[in-house]
């Protein structure tokens, strides 16, 4: 059994930062894509940075330049840096891994940015 733990969130002010972690625990063989997505209230849960297994990153346009999404394959932990926050960053992070041979998500961590 695979379960993904996610750390980090809170509340923090227009432009300030916070860093989050995931990391991923039980019966391990590989871990492809990790990946970060947000669900604000009212609207639907979207993709804010995904890593591959080789390093290659990609991210939502609204948050490009600003966060920055790493991992550490030896701790099977993803990580999204978050700086110069804006209150529309508000939302619910998920993490979300394909650890062979399926998908699992994370509990879902709030990041309150106020203005």
């Known amino acids: 059994q695979v379960q993904l733990v996610e750390s980090g969130g809170g509340l923090v002010q227009a432009g300030g930062s916070l860093r989050l972690s995931c990391a991923a625990s039980?019966?391990?063989?590989?871990?492809?894509?990790m990946s970060w997505y947000r669900q604000a209230p009212g609207k639907e849960r979207e993709l804010v940075a995904r890593i591959s297994s080789g390093g290659i990153t990609n991210y939502l346009d609204a948050v490009k330049g600003r966060f920055t999404i790493s991992r550490d394959n030896a701790k099977n932990t993803v990580y999204l840096q978050m700086n110069s926050l804006k209150p529309e960053d508000t939302a619910v992070y998920y993490c979300?891994?394909?650890?062979?041979?399926?998908?699992?998500w994370g509990q879902g961590t709030q990041v309150t940015v106020s203005s």
């Open positions: 979300q891994m394909y650890i062979f041979p399926g998908d699992y």
């Open positions: 039980g019966t391990i063989f590989r871990v492809n894509a």
